[in-house]
T-cell receptor, first 111, second 118 residues
Framework: EDQVTQSPEALRLQEGESSSLNCSYT??????LFWYRQDPGKGPEFLFT???AGEEKEKERLKATLTKKESFLHITAPKPEDSATYLC????????????FGRGTSLIVHP | NAGVTQTPKFQVLKTGQSMTLQCAQD?????MSWYRQDPGMGLRLIHY???????DQGEVPNGYNVSRSTTEDFPLRLLSAAPSQTSVYFC?????????????????FGSGTRLTVV
């Protein structure tokens, strides 16, 4: 059983069509939930860190939120340049403080 | 530009050959790590280092060796390449595990090495 699960695996949106990506985790003792963006052929790029339930972070059209067992990455009025794979990683006290990554959500935004 | 540099970008090996993937960072980061990324599997940790002279195994260490003689460099060695090691390899670094915990910048990743073993 995966400790970090991302859904959906793939998402296709029209430009301007807002939606959310989900990251759920089963571990206890959260010490940080991280969101990364990965463009094809490139390494992941850090977006946000969340630490406690209720916390929110924003960057341009992206907003990350955290509850006790999941995080959402909300994309408001997306543009084609938001197309990428979005990765979630969870760091917890029982995992040697090394983040475990989910499998990612591939987002395609059509013009 | 400051960052994580990986070489080579592409490599094809024959089964049984050995090679070293290079990773260098110029940000004075203490923590460095190697991941492999396979379709549908996400990023899996191979080895990591919390400072010069200190290394440890991650989730999938078999068939790989590492050493950390300087703060800047963290090479990954494939001892005898196998087709199962065909993957994209990423090197990542951060100031320290505690800095990452305070959420300054997360990990900085290199651009990856695409390795094919035939």
């Amino acid at each position: 059983e995966d400790q970090v699960t991302q859904s959906p695996e793939a998402l296709r949106l029209q430009e301007g069509e807002s939606s959310s990506l989900n990251c759920s985790y089963t571990v206890s003792g959260l010490r940080g939930l991280f969101w990364y963006r990965q463009d094809p052929g490139k390494g992941p790029e850090f977006l946000f860190t969340l630490y406690s339930a209720g916390e929110e972070k924003e960057k341009e059209r992206l907003k990350a939120t955290l509850t006790k067992k999941e995080s959402f990455l909300h994309i408001t009025a997306p543009k084609p340049e938001d197309s990428a794979t979005y990765l979630c990683a969870v760091r917890w006290s029982g995992g040697s403080y090394i983040p475990t990554f989910g499998r990612g959500t591939s987002l395609i935004v059509h013009p | 530009n400051a960052g994580v540099t990986q070489t080579p970008k592409f490599q094809v090996l024959k089964t049984g050959q050995s090679m070293t993937l290079q990773c260098a960072q110029d940000m004075n980061h203490e923590y460095m790590s190697w991941y492999r990324q396979d379709p549908g599997m996400g990023l899996r940790l191979i080895h990591y280092s919390v400072g010069a002279g200190i290394t440890d195994q991650g989730e999938v260490p078999n068939g790989y060796n590492v050493s950390r003689s300087t703060t800047e460099d963290f090479p990954l060695r494939l001892l005898s390449a196998a087709p199962s090691q065909t993957s994209v390899y990423f090197c990542a670094s951060s100031y320290s595990q505690s800095e990452t915990y305070r959420g300054r910048k997360g990990y900085t990743f290199g651009s990856g090495t695409r390795l094919t073993v035939v």
